[in-house]
């Protein structure tokens, strides 16, 4: 089954403004991470929230976790244009050791 | 701030070739893993390796890949007899053992092109 599915696939918004994005999965999860990947680079970790936690925050970045909706939000506030890149949530199950099953993506365009 | 590096960048070869990507882990980390990103698509795991051995695979990880610790700071992927549908990116990543850290860090990729 397809794990980790954002939406939207692309978004775009001016330099200030929040920018969320979503992510759904399918199965049960040990956690939920986030990961921004720029332009033809490698994969920076964001932000790890667990199964039993509801909302995390870190800086800019808030995320939140609907276990029984089997979905999590990525909120970026007074974004920047330095923060344009792809963002990718992962999953780890919880019996499979600690492999990442990634998502599509979702495309974030900030304009200056 | 330590990282994980990959070498080459970018490599170029005829199908049916072998190759060996190499990646050094950040240094006190103990487990290791290689995922691949073939063009506009999502990245998809390959496998894991933990105290000398493979602790988990995936499908796409068949006996045309083999990984390899071969001293205390190297860990390679070498796929035997390249075939075109093996061009992607490939991203070495490490972890600590930590509690229960899951933060995986990922290098910075190997494009590979088969020609």
């Known amino acids: 089954s397809q794990q980790g599915e954002e939406d939207p696939q692309a978004l775009s918004i001016q330099e200030g403004e929040n920018a969320t994005m979503n992510c759904s999965y399918k199965t049960s999860i040990n956690n939920l991470q986030w990961y921004r990947q720029n332009s033809g680079r490698g994969l920076v970790h964001l932000i790890l929230?667990?199964?039993?936690?509801r909302e995390k925050h870190s800086g800019r970045l808030r995320v939140t976790l609907d276990t029984s909706k089997k979905s999590s939000s990525l909120l970026i506030t007074a974004s920047r244009a330095a923060d344009t890149a792809s963002y990718f949530c992962a999953t780890v199950p919880p019996t499979s050791g600690s492999r990442l099953t990634f998502g599509e993506g979702t495309q974030l365009t900030v304009n200056p | 701030e330590p990282e994980v590096t990959q070498t080459p960048s970018h490599q170029v070869t005829q199908m049916g070739q072998e190759v060996i990507l190499r990646c050094v882990p950040i240094s006190n980390h103990l487990y290791f893993y290689w995922y691949r990103q073939i063009l506009g698509q999502k990245v998809e795991f390959l496998v894991s390796?933990?105290?000398?051995?493979?602790?988990?695979k995936s499908e796409i990880f068949d006996d045309q890949f083999s990984v390899e610790r071969p001293d205390g700071s190297n860990f390679t992927l070498k796929i035997r007899s390249t075939k075109l549908e093996d061009s992607a990116m490939y991203f070495c990543a490490s972890r600590d053992s930590g509690g229960a850290s899951y933060e995986q860090y990922f290098g910075p990729g190997t494009r590979l092109t088969v020609t």
């Open positions: 390796f933990y105290n000398n051995e493979i602790s988990e």
């Open positions: 929230i667990r199964s039993n936690e």
